[in-house]
Antibody, heavy 120, light 110 residues
Framework: EVQVLESGGGLVRPGGSLRLSCAVS????????INWVRQAPGKGLEWVSL???????YYADSVKGRFTISRDSSKNTVYLQMNNLRVEDTAFYYC??????????????WGLGTLVTVSS | QSTVSQPPSASGTPGQRVSISCSGD????????VYWYQQLPGTAPKLLIY???QRPSGVPDRFSGSKSGTSASLAISGLRSEDEGDYYC???????????FGGGTKLTVL
């Protein structure tokens, strides 16, 4: 059974940092790209970042230069390092498996999300 | 800015057929696959349709997707109260990586 589990959310001050983790199981980790998608409270979904199986990464313009995605095959885990956080980064952050190796297909398995709150 | 647009709301009565539209342009929907996600209240999004009209295993055939030119639509037949939630169309944008989400449509079952 495919499982996706996010962790690491919490309350942080503007300008602060947080690292989210996405632990996956039930499938070949090295055969799938992984995405982060976020949702501000009461708002729609926004794609944040993608890491391919070759560790090439992509970011939404809104987080480029502040967020870094990485993956650790030994732990079947993807990380999202978030620096210089802003109030507008407040959202539920979902981790989702891509059907493909290179981030070209649908996101077919999602975690339950972890809440990041940026507030003074 | 390449945008994907959906109506903010839709509604129907139990048993009815409802359609949700998604509009884009040649740089997004016109040249890429469309995906549809369902998000029930308080839950994570769930893949409903991929590659314009394909259903993952486990998704009832009451849900169907179509695409024509720069527009796409999701149809739900035999509407049920448990279908109430938010529906998002998603696609890609040429020359850019990542996904572009529509604003979402809130479906109400009257």
């Amino acid at each position: 059974e495919v499982q996706v589990l996010e962790s690491g959310g919490g309350l942080v001050r503007p300008g602060g940092s947080l690292r989210l983790s996405c632990a996956v199981s039930g499938f070949a980790f090295d055969s799938h790209a992984i995405n982060w998608v976020r949702q501000a409270p009461g708002k729609g979904l926004e794609w944040v970042s993608l890491i391919r199986i070759d560790s090439i990464t992509y970011y939404a313009d809104s987080v480029k230069g502040r967020f870094t995605i990485s993956r650790d095959s030994s732990k079947n885990t993807v990380y999202l390092q978030m620096n210089n956080l802003r109030v507008e980064d407040t959202a539920f952050y979902y981790c989702a498996r891509d059907q493909s190796r290179y981030g070209e297909e649908a996101l077919d398995y999602w975690g339950l999300g972890t809440l990041v709150t940026v507030s003074s | 800015q390449s945008t994907v647009s959906q109506p903010p709301s839709a509604s129907g009565t139990p048993g009815q057929r409802v359609s949700i539209s998604c509009s884009g342009d040649s740089s997004n929907i016109g040249d890429n696959y469309v995906y549809w996600y369902q998000q029930l209240p308080g839950t994570a999004p769930k893949l409903l349709i991929y590659k314009n009209n394909q259903r993952p295993s486990g998704v009832p055939d009451r849900f169907s997707g179509s695409k024509s030119g720069t527009s796409a639509s999701l149809a739900i037949s035999g509407l049920r109260s448990e279908d109430e939630g938010d529906y998002y169309c998603v696609t890609r944008v040429n020359t850019l990586y990542g996904l572009r989400f529509g604003g979402g449509t809130k479906l109400t079952v009257l």
